[in-house]
């Protein structure tokens, strides 16, 4: 073979190998069978013909001044072979090739394995064919009849075609072009390595399900395989979805040659949610035959500054036409090389005996359940296009695989929470979610009309236990517990209660809710356990206490010790002075304490009083007091002596002695006690912040603070023996929780001082001085406590922001048992929990609490499939009143239909353990067309860092570090896309803290250190420079410009690299211009493999 400079596709799939740890990632294994017993000779012949017909199977790739060139490689051979995954895994030397290589099977097939540089999915047609007429022949003992081979296309005539073409493919790509997003997957997560081990779901269609599909749609097959795959990404919440095409562009010289006769070009659908489904297959049509116009031409030389090596988009598709294989022969023409390079990679082979589908997966990144529940989605999509080409696409339903199994075989034994699909035939279209166990004749009816089961029993996935449970006469099936039915497909309504059953009976169950207005589709919501508890306020709840346990200690700040009795009389007393100062029910009384039993007692009094209470921390700023003060319309501040605020009447904290006279002494029993039916009022009011900079005010009922109250009594079984440690700001509403739970359930609350909240060695001393049980403090908190060496035996709740698993690493061995809390203040301090075990492979904020709804939507509130990430929503009977006299937004982030629910603004998907946290809506970013999500860049630095945070400043990443590791950018650039890639690193000594103890992004200093042109005064780094500004013939490339904003690509990498190889002797892998794009990087990387040598 002469000394041949590669084709252009060639060239992308070598460049692409020089990246590649797995070798097999380009490897094309495939599989013939001779009828009858193999004649291993005859077929040694056949082969031998093969590489000389086609001398590229038997090629070698070398290089000269970093351009490769085909050259005569080693010969081929049939060997013997036994594991065919040995065989396909094995790696190609490209330097001493060949290309291919043949191995014949125990089980008489031959497994031929061919790397990608010297064939594409034309070829292995082209080969079989060849192939077959050869060993026949030689069986025979004749000469084949094989077809004449066109002269083949000549690299300079490629060169000018693509160059003809180029200007169009430019004129299309202007405008057009933008990297792929992120890609959404159930379940999936990225990986730090672009190609990894894999894994396949293989099955088969009948050729009916896509030829009816198309002929329904009026587009052909293919048409028809890209519009449902485009549809499906649309249905998971993929705004722009993209896949990777491999088109043909095979040209007439290149008749019966293997070859590289493709080109991978991503391809972008139209905006489709209102289309119907035929209309968006149309457009689909129309959009790909404009990609045929252009499909010439690689992207990178239409698109300056495509960063090759990596895939063009996170899903690729792959479509092939098969015709029936030669006489004499089976072929299994896709076989699977055990390497994932994309998300998901979709292999279809449609021939005469059925649609064959492999979709290929890195296990690393998303799990086969969650691959097999793409296949069930997609599957199901052609099922409903093919019955109503007219379907909207956002109406489209994902069934999962489930559908067809009872509920018993789906969910029995299961845990929290299952992902189920019912099947058709519900009545009036709706879906039902998983419910609790229902035994009985009339129950076990119901089950069987509802989905067609005849199951004597429904289970609910279970939290730490078995399915619940049911007693008591069901009296209607819109009251069983089940989630029901979206209306009209666009929210969730949640209905349901048990009709006497006891509240224990569902403790604990997290039910998933299914719902369509087409039966059989699978939703992300959740559902804590339904509970009736008393319709009381919390004071009535504290006044229990009183009656129960009068002597038992209620609080303890410093030296004061109060026991519930003594604390129900000072509190009797200032609700006097609030009466005299004329406060009434229904007034808002603020109040300013410092760290000590007056505030607990102001707030009894507030509520004594028929008042409810805002909390003002006089650490905050004057004027943002002052602010909220005035908004609240509070005309009474409750405060230590000395406080005072303009606007109001200030009633004094200070101790009422026993004998003083006012319109209220003695205990809560008398005037003022709260009374059954004060559920509905108004507890309290927090202020939280603002976008517009300005607090808001959320206003809180009482019926939402028992519940949160009851439900943590349940999940934490608190009692008498109880002792908190409240070491939150009373402005911040999880103190709430410290406070109130020991106190309506017999405990008591161990206040930590001014100046011991911030204070991890005294905070240590007194949790062990007073014996204490349960801690709450938000992740800063506990790294201040871990670092003073805390080691508690009790139980410990975060939240108030994201825990990183770091943290919870290293939290959790100290501490006996580790709940992570979440829940917006307009929810009421918490909605779900999750228990942290001890080393935490993640982190969760898991299931509801009692009473508690949670769904996963979409922008136009459609619920999401599981395993998909969307906004999360909250219904329940945590719900705030609204925003205090801001009626405007209390109705956009309340919504009313069709059931009431809290827009929370945070991002979560369900997994199968529960919600999975992923950031703010608002922490999600848009940067150079790149959608970022902060808070994976900042999880991914908290590897090797105490705290991270991640910002955005003049259009560049800025990452905020505690604790600095070392190479953090290195890091990185292993674990995300270069754009993800912040372009510097601040070290802090700490984080800048809010008052209630969360990060302070606001107050993060700003980086104004500009990058410097690279001075001649080091090498490597001098002659790296050099070597780029020759390169890229430009000169002042600053030493953190990266080369793929600069239009580097694939020949300028090989070029680099052979020129650093030619002056230090050192390789630079090709991978490290992807981890390090940069001088500093490049150099930086001579200077490691220079001193290994």
Known sequence: MEHVRISVPQRGIWFNEQLSDLGAVHHMPFAVRFAGPVDVPALGRACARMVDRHPLLRAAVRQSDGVPYLVEGAPVRVELGSDPRTEILRPFDLEKGPLARFSLLEDGRLLVIVHHLAFDGQSTDIFVADLAACYRAETAGFAPELAELGPGEHPEVEAARIAAGTPAARAYWSGRWAEPDEVVLPGFERSGQEVQPGDAVEFRLPSSVLENAAARLGVTRFETVVASVHALLRRYGNHRPVTALDLGVRPAEARGRIGVYVNELPFASEPAREMGFAEFARSVRAGLRELYQVREVPLSRAVSGVRPGVSLAPVSLTYR?????????????????????????????????????????????????????????????????????????????????????????????????????????????????????????SKSAIVAEVVGSSASAIAGGVVGGSAPTVEGAVEDVSKLAVVSAVESGSALALEGAVVGGPPSAMAGAAMVATASAVAGGSVSAMTGAVVEYPQVGALELFLEQVAATPDAVAVVSGDVRLSYVDLDRLA??????????????????????????????????????????????????????????????????????????????????????????????????????????????????????????????????????????????????????????????????????????????????????????????????????????????????????????????????????????????????????????????????????????????????????????????????????????????????????????????????????????????????????????????????????????????????????????????????????????????????????????????????????????????????????????????????????????????????????????????????????????????????????????????????????????
């Open 321 to 441: 036409r098969r015709i029936a294989p030669p006489p004499g022969t089976t072929v299994d023409w896709v076989l699977f090389n055990h390497t994932a390079r994309n998300a998901l990679r979709i292999h279809l082979v449609d021939g005469p005996d059925g649609l064959g589908v492999m979709l290929q997966f890195a296990p690393g990144s998303i799990a086969r359940t969650d691959v097999e529940r793409i296949a069930s989605h997609w599957q199901s999509i052609l099922t409903q296009i093919t019955k109503n080409p007219d379907i909207r696409v956002r109406e489209l339903v994902l069934s999962d695989r489930l559908a067809g199994e009872s509920f018993t075989e789906a969910v029995v034994g299961g845990s929290a929470p299952v992902n189920l699909a019912v099947g058709g035939g519900v009545a009036g279209g709706s879906a039902f979610a998983i419910v609790p166990a229902v035994e009985g004749g």
């Open 572 to 1093: 009797g007393r200032l609700a006097g002075r609030l009466r005299d100062a004329g406060v009434e029910a229904g007034d808002l009384v603020a109040l300013a304490a410092g760290r000590s039993e007056r505030m607990v007692a102001g707030v009894l009094a507030c509520w004594k009083a028929g008042a409810a209470y805002l909390p003002l921390d006089p650490a905050y700023p004057a004027e943002r007091l002052d602010y909220i003060l005035a908004d609240s319309g509070a005309k009474v501040l409750l405060a230590d002596p000395g406080t005072w605020l303009a606007g109001a009447t200030v009633v004094p904290l200070a101790d009422v002695p026993d004998d003083e006279s006012t319109s209220a002494q003695g205990s809560g029993s008398g005037s003022g006690s709260a009374e059954r039916g004060s559920a509905g009022v108004l507890a309290y009011v927090i202020y939280t912040s603002g976008s517009t900079g300005r607090p808001k005010g959320v206003e809180i009922e009482h019926r939402a603070l028992v519940n949160l109250l009851l439900s943590m009594r349940d999940e934490l079984r608190a009692g008498s023996g109880d002792v908190w440690l409240a070491v939150t700001s009373w402005s911040f509403d999880i103190s709430a929780l410290e406070l109130w739970l020991p106190l309506v359930t017999g405990g008591s609350v161990v206040i930590a001082g001014e100046g011991e909240t911030a204070d991890g060695d005294a905070l240590t001393r007194l949790a062990g001085r007073h014996a204490v049980t349960h801690v709450q403090a938000t992740p800063s908190t506990w790294r201040m406590l871990l670092d003073a060496g805390f080691r508690f035996d009790g139980t410990v709740l975060t939240g108030g922001e994201a825990l990183p698993l770091p943290l919870a690493a290293r939290l959790r061995p100290r501490v006996g048992r580790l709940l992570n809390m979440y829940g917006p203040t307009e929810t009421t301090i918490w909605s779900t929990l999750a228990e942290i075990p001890l080393n935490p492979e993640h982190v969760r904020i898991g299931r509801p609490i009692a009473n508690t709804q949670v769904f996963v939507l979409d922008d136009d509130l459609d619920p999401v499939p599981a395993g998909i990430p969307g906004e999360l929503y909250i219904a329940g009977a945590g719900l705030a009143r609204g925003y205090l006299n801001r009626p405007e937004l209390t109705a956009e982030r309340f919504r009313s239909e069709p059931v009431r629910m809290y827009r929370t603004g945070d991002r979560v998907r369900l997994r199968g353990d529960g919600l999975e946290f992923l950031g703010r809506t608002d922490n999600q970013v848009k940067l150079r067309g790149h959608r970022i999500e902060l808070g994976e860049i900042e999880a991914c630095l908290l590897a090797h860092v105490k705290e991270a945070a991640v910002v955005v400043q003049d259009e560049e990443l800025i990452a905020y570090t505690v604790g600095g590791g070392p190479d953090l950018r290195r890091h990185l650039a292993r674990q995300v896309p270069a754009y993800m890639v912040p372009a510097a690193f601040v070290e802090l000594g700490s984080m800048p803290l809010t008052p209630n103890g969360k990060l302070d992004r606001a107050a993060l200093p700003r980086h104004d250190e500009p990058a410097a042109a690279v001075s001649a005064s080091e090498s490597p780094l001098e002659a790296v420079a050099e070597i780029w500004a020759d390169v890229f013939g430009m000169e002042g490339i600053g030493p953190e410009e990266s080369l793929f904003d600069l239009g580097g690509h694939s020949l300028t990498i090989a070029q680099i690299a052979a020129r650093i190889r030619d002056r230090f002797d050192v390789d630079v892998p090709f991978y490290t211009f992807f981890d390090t794009p940069t001088i500093t990087g490049i150099a930086a990387a001579i200077g490691e493999r220079g001193d290994r040598t």
